[in-house]
């Protein structure tokens, strides 16, 4: 009973080092002793949390063999795209929890584990939380070619301003122009949709600001177009947006790419 609570209380410290919900996955527990084989059960992210808990605690238990066949690891998970305009991201699979984030469309996933019509996802930074399935789709994206740097762009059935509206997509989104003509972009969208925007609300990948001095002019420009947005927790877009939100989209759009929340961009800068 003495070296399963010694077990234990290592492994707990092995886990609070893995506590960052929104990258992290690892709950892992001491199942079994039995002679000099040690039983864990629980869930991981990844292989590598698994190897990291077994070598913390390799040291103080040397003689023990670790079975953990019986631990589920979640990656590599499944393929996904949102193929809405935007959803959330939550941090628990219900329209009541916290949002986290939001995803745009077009946007990469990796589904790691379901339950019911929600899908615990992974982001393409590790970013982690619930989308809602059903606006989720298996089906790859088209290639982007552009991001629309508009705070909201309008999609219309014909390259007219007048033609009926078959949507809108808003700033930040990464999507493919398959043709322009007279002004107009006609997107290729993640659902299988298409509409024409203005040409004038992208920006073609190609062109993204390549030094620091331009992308500072970048981000002040289009910060301005977002004067009177609504602030919204885990929001990312003008819908409603919070401050790393804002500085992460600001930053996307003049062609670099950050972590989604302040204490991760600090982390991630440099003076």
């Known amino acids: ?73 979640l990656r590599p998970g499944r393929p996904m795209a949102v193929s809405v305009n935007l959803t959330g991201l939550f941090a628990q699979p219900s329209w009541l ?26 982001q393409a930074d590790g970013y982690l939380g619930w989308a809602y399935v059903p606006y989720l789709t298996g089906s790859p994206p088209p290639a982007p070619t552009h991001l629309v740097s508009a705070p909201v762009a309008l999609l219309h059935v014909a390259p007219q301003a007048d033609a009926p509206l078959v949507g809108r997509i808003l700033g930040g989104a990464a999507v493919r122009a398959a043709a322009v003509e007279a002004g107009w972009a006609r997107l290729a969208l993640a659902s299988g949709a298409q509409g024409w925007a203005p040409a004038d609300a ?47 989209l600001l930053h996307r759009l003049a062609g670099v790419t950050l972590p989604r929340d302040a204490d991760m961009q600090y982390a991630a800068g440099r003076p």
Not at 35 to 49: I, K, N, W, Y
Not at 102 to 114: I, T, V
């Open 1 to 73: 009973m003495k070296q399963i609570r010694e077990l234990r209380a290592t492994l707990n410290d092995f886990l609070q080092t893995q506590a960052d919900a929104r990258t992290q996955l690892c709950r892992l527990e001491v199942a079994s002793l039995a002679a000099d084989r040690c039983t864990l059960t629980g869930v991981v992210l990844d292989q590598a949390t698994l190897a990291a808990a077994k070598a913390a605690l390799f040291p103080s238990f040397p003689s023990l063999s670790f079975d953990t066949s019986a631990v589920q690891v």
């Open 202 to 248: 992208l920006r073609p990948l190609e062109d993204l600001p390549q030094t620091a001095e331009e992308r500072r002019a970048q981000m002040l420009a289009d910060g301005a177009r977002f004067i009177g947005v609504p602030y919204l927790w885990g929001g990312c877009t003008a819908l409603g947006i919070d401050c790393s939100g804002f500085v992460q």
């Open 97 to 122: 929890a916290e949002q986290v984030s939001q995803l745009l469309d077009g946007q990469p996933l990796e589904l790691l584990q379901e339950e019911g019509r929600w899908a615990f996802v992974r």
